[in-house]
């Protein structure tokens, strides 16, 4: 991951914990996805961040809301939203979901029903997008 991240130009740090449970980050970015998609995409890219730079362990719900809170979320809505029913069930069907695409590992998109998987396919992602199947 170091050698991708050096051949992209980001920055990276191999986190102290890894692998972590992701269910706090994904449940704060689908929360947040319902209520404003771009700033849940901010939150992505600030999870991450936080993750794989800083080395904080984003599996923690206190952590995950701190970094939405440095965004200007509400702290302890963000907290109560990681332990929403409804918020939980949307992860498990995203995850369901992902499991029947054959979704594994990541990075993986689906674009036009056709499966990327890894960071060295991006150069084939953007010529799909660019200029159609090949």
Excluded: C, H
């Excluded at 990276?12 to 992701?22: D, L, N």
């Excluded at 499991?99 to 029903?113: C, H, L, T």
């Amino acid at each position: 991951m170091e050698r991708s991240a050096r051949f992209l130009g980001l920055a990276y740090k191999q986190p102290s914990k890894f692998p972590i449970a992701s269910q706090a980050p994904a449940r704060a970015f689908y929360w947040l996805n319902e209520r404003d998609p771009a700033l849940a995409r901010k939150l992505a890219r600030a999870l991450y961040q936080a993750y794989f730079v800083s080395d904080l362990d984003i599996s923690s719900p206190e952590i995950t809301a701190d970094v939405a809170a440095a965004l200007g979320l509400k702290r302890d809505e963000v907290l109560a939203a990681l332990d929403d029913p409804t918020v939980k069930e949307r992860l498990r069907q995203e995850v369901e979901a992902a499991i029947a695409r054959g979704v594994f590992g990541s990075p993986y998109f689906v674009i036009d029903g056709e499966p990327f998987w890894g960071v060295d396919r991006f150069d084939q992602i953007e010529r799909w997008l660019a200029k159609g199947p090949f």
